[in-house]
């Protein structure tokens, strides 16, 4: 199966945010109601991303469709859990960072 753009960043959104909400006690064997809803909000703002799938990752896309409030809180997440995703999900964070790689070397992943 190929996997999109969307689909992979949904992942990985969840992914970290799941890190997250372990890591700081929240949820016990699930997503703790702040990180659901965070996770449910970041789906969403995804599902409705302008670019589709030339989108770039959201920390380098010149529009911000999170409201603030959520913005301040994946940035957290992000903070948290990207030193710590290679822990717990070595590929799917090698893949991530390719991509990343790519998109500033202006390819096209």
């Known amino acids: 199966m190929v996997k999109n753009k969307i689909f992979?960043?949904?992942e990985i959104v969840?992914?970290?945010i799941a890190i997250y909400c372990r890591g700081n006690g929240h949820g016990k064997g699930q997503l703790c109601p702040e990180c659901a809803e965070l996770l449910e909000y970041a789906r969403k703002r995804l599902d409705l991303c302008r670019f589709?799938?030339?989108?770039?990752?959201?920390?380098h896309c010149?529009?911000?469709?999170?409201?603030?409030?959520m913005r301040a809180q994946?940035?957290?997440?992000?903070?948290?859990?990207g030193p710590r995703i290679m822990l717990?999900?070595?590929?799917?964070?090698?893949e991530h960072?390719?991509?990343?790689?790519?998109?500033?070397?202006?390819?096209?992943?």
Not at 52 to 59: A, N, P, Q, S, V
Not at 62 to 69: D, T
């Open 97 to 109: 960072l390719v991509s990343s790689l790519l998109q500033r070397a202006g390819g096209s992943k």
């Open 8 to 10: 992979k960043e949904k």
């Open 74 to 81: 994946i940035r957290t997440v992000m903070r948290y859990s």
């Open 88 to 94: 717990y999900h070595p590929v799917a964070a090698a």
């Open 62 to 69: 010149p529009v911000h469709c999170y409201n603030k409030e």
């Open 52 to 59: 589709g799938e030339d989108k770039k990752f959201c920390k």
């Open 14 to 16: 969840e992914k970290m």
